[in-house]
T-cell receptor
Framework: KAGVTQTPRYLIKTRGQQVTLSCSPI?????VSWYQQTPGQGLQFLFE???????NKGNFPGRFSGRQFSNSRSEMNVSTLELGDSALYLC??????????????FGAGTRLSVL | GQSLEQPSEVTAVEGAIVQINCTYQTSGFYGLSWYQQHDGGAPTFLSY??LDGLEETGRFSSFLSRSDSYGYLLLQELQMKDSASYFCAVRGDSNYQLIWGAGTKLIIKP
């Protein structure tokens, strides 16, 4: 099985621009979660989508949004970029049906630099 | 609020045993997971505990005590490739959201 694919791997943007990141989950997985990771920090949860519906949302401003398509692929959008948005954005997929265990399989991430 | 506490850094010697602790404070509890992340890499799943006790997977073991809201990851026969950050994560009540610790950087010396 192919793993979780995130595109692009690297992005450089300037303040005020917007960006869209893409994530293709493992085939058959219906849940996609997005995380922000800054140097030396843990994973900050952004949101989770399951079967095209947002099931969970973290504590991020409305500039961060996402969606999931019928094929489970997901996109994350950040509008009006700020310098503090520079981070590694990780996508994780899981079957989504075992809510308790729900092992997350991570993509390699998109490294976003905002200048 | 909900939080997980783990040491920021642990140092050990190659071939030794090291324990990484995690204490949690969450509303509800549906299991404690551990993930490993090498520098520049993606986190990968290591283990999961839903019930009290020890789970063993090769050189890695994970322990949970729900009454103490505490768990640990035990790494035996340390190898240089075990140098990485280790994250604990708890699934709590809030829509089963996964809450993550800040991670423990494991430094292994020869």
């Amino acid at each position: 099985k192919a793993g979780v694919t995130q595109t692009p791997r690297y992005l450089i943007k300037t303040r005020g621009q917007q960006v869209t990141l893409s994530c293709s989950p493992i085939s058959g997985h219906r849940s996609v979660s997005w995380y922000q990771q800054t140097p030396g920090q843990g994973l900050q949860f952004l949101f989770e989508y399951f079967s095209e519906t947002q099931r969970n949302k973290g504590n991020f401003p409305g500039r961060f949004s996402g969606r999931q398509f019928s094929n489970s692929r997901s996109e994350m959008n950040v509008s009006t970029l700020e310098l503090g948005d520079s981070a590694l954005y990780l996508c994780a997929s899981s079957p989504g049906t075992d809510l308790a265990k729900n092992i997350q399989y991570f993509g390699a991430g998109t490294r976003l630099s905002v200048l | 609020g909900q939080s997980l506490e783990q040491p920021s850094e642990v140092t050990a010697v190659e071939g030794a045993i090291v324990q990484i602790n995690c204490t949690y404070q969450t509303s509800g509890f549906y299991g404690l997971s551990w993930y490993q992340q090498h520098d520049g890499g993606a986190p990968t799943f290591l283990s999961y505990n839903a019930l009290d006790g020890l789970e063993e997977t090769g050189r890695f073991s994970s322990f949970l005590s729900r009454s103490d809201s505490y768990g640990y990851l035990l790494l035996q026969e340390l190898q240089m490739k075990d140098s990485a950050s280790y994250f604990c994560a708890v699934r709590g009540d809030s829509n089963y959201q996964l809450i993550w610790g800040a991670g423990t950087k494991l430094i292994i010396k020869p």
